[in-house]
């Protein structure tokens, strides 16, 4: 949470579809962390960067696999932007956006999805 802005606003993948401040992100990873508590680990992919003065936006990719209460694994692969801003000298994520690419003709997230 240290990357983000107590001003921060997400749309995320999970209800609610939108958190608004740093307390409400923080409390939707407390409570996946809950749900899936470990091991976990991820990979960044296709990252890219552009700045405008103060501001600069990204978007990459996010392959991931979380582990539940009984071991098993759910692996993920999301898609994410993020605008950043620099503030006193650090880049902190003031908006960001996460999501699964859906196949419209059954309404279902592609959560392996590749490019």
Request: proline letters at 6%.
């Amino acid at each position: 949470m240290a990357l983000y802005d107590r001003d921060v606003f997400v749309f995320d993948l999970v209800p609610p579809r939108q958190y608004a401040g740093w307390d409400a992100y923080k409390k939707d990873w407390d409570d996946t962390f809950a749900m899936l508590p470990g091991p976990a680990n991820s990979t960044l992919t296709e990252m890219n960067v552009s700045i405008v003065g103060p501001v600069a936006y990204t978007h990459y990719i996010v392959d991931g696999t979380m582990t539940d209460k009984d071991g098993k694994q759910m692996h993920l692969v999301v898609r994410s932007t993020d605008v950043l801003r620099k503030v006193k000298g650090k880049w902190l994520i003031v908006q960001e956006h996460n999501s699964f690419p859906v196949d419209l003709a059954t309404g279902q997230a592609d959560m392996l999805s590749k490019p």
